[in-house]
Structure formats: C-alpha cells, structure tokens
C-alpha cells in the first residue's frame, strides 16, 4: 500500500495482510477444494480443455515456492529482508530502464505486519507431500 495509509490506519493494514495470509493458509492446508472454489469464482477457468488443471499445476507450483525457511520458521509473508537489496539489484539490472533510480529496501518491504498466519510442521508436511509432483517437475525432492 501506500507509505501514507501504512501511517495512518495500521489497524487496517494488518486486517487486510491477515484476510490474505489467512486465504492462502486456507489454499495450503485444503489445495482440492480451494480450487473448487476458485473454479466457481472464475468459471471460464473450466471453459478451456485445460483450463483446471493449468489452473491445478500453477497452484501447486506456487504453493511449492512457498515452502521456504522463511515461512516455515516465522510465518507466511515472512521475507528476509536481507536479500531484498540483491533482488532489487537484479531488477534494476535487467528490469529497469537504464535511468531508473534505485529505491530503498527498507521503503519496499517490511514483515510488520505478518507474523499471525502459521502453520503446523504437520500442516507443512502435508503441503510437502501435496507439492511432491510439482517438485518432481523442478528436479526437487
């Protein structure tokens, strides 16, 4: 959001982060009927041939990147801010035109407001074992 809503309503800040972080806590822990959900959302997913199960592999691919130390041990939303300078020197390596000036990391990313959506080492076990697919497609385990 923008650096002024940050400052003047919090509260809503976090109510908004908390919704988000709780929905995708929501697509881990029950990957099968949150695309039946998104399905009766979006129902021109389900118009294409291979519309769900594109719909199916995206979800898994994603919920595989989100199995990081960073969530895992913290909470999902949780960055290290660490590696946001050498993230942003790549985008303004090979993203950004050529007089773009480079902004500050710590006006880009906080962990203020994660922190209350975990999971269980069992629920991420079992994001492990539903993700074992898409692992298998990176050539992880």
């Not at 950004?96 to 710590?106: E, F, G, I, L, T």
């Amino acid at each position: 959001t923008r650096p002024e809503i940050v400052e003047k309503n919090p509260e809503l800040c976090q109510k908004v982060v908390d919704s988000v972080l709780g929905c995708y806590a929501h697509t881990l822990r029950e990957p099968q009927s949150s695309l039946e959900l998104f399905a009766k959302v979006m129902p021109e997913v389900g118009l294409t041939r291979g519309g769900m199960e594109s719909a199916r592999i995206a979800q898994g691919l994603t919920q595989l990147a989100t199995q990081r130390p960073e969530a895992i041990e913290n909470s999902l939303g949780w960055s290290d801010l660490d590696k946001i300078p050498g993230m942003i020197d790549l985008i303004m390596e090979f993203g950004a035109p050529k007089d773009a000036v480079r902004p500050d990391p710590a006006t880009l990313v906080t962990n203020r407001f994660v922190g209350n959506v975990k999971l269980t080492p069992e629920e991420w076990a079992k994001v492990k074992e539903n993700t074992s697919e898409f692992a298998a497609y990176l050539g992880e385990s």
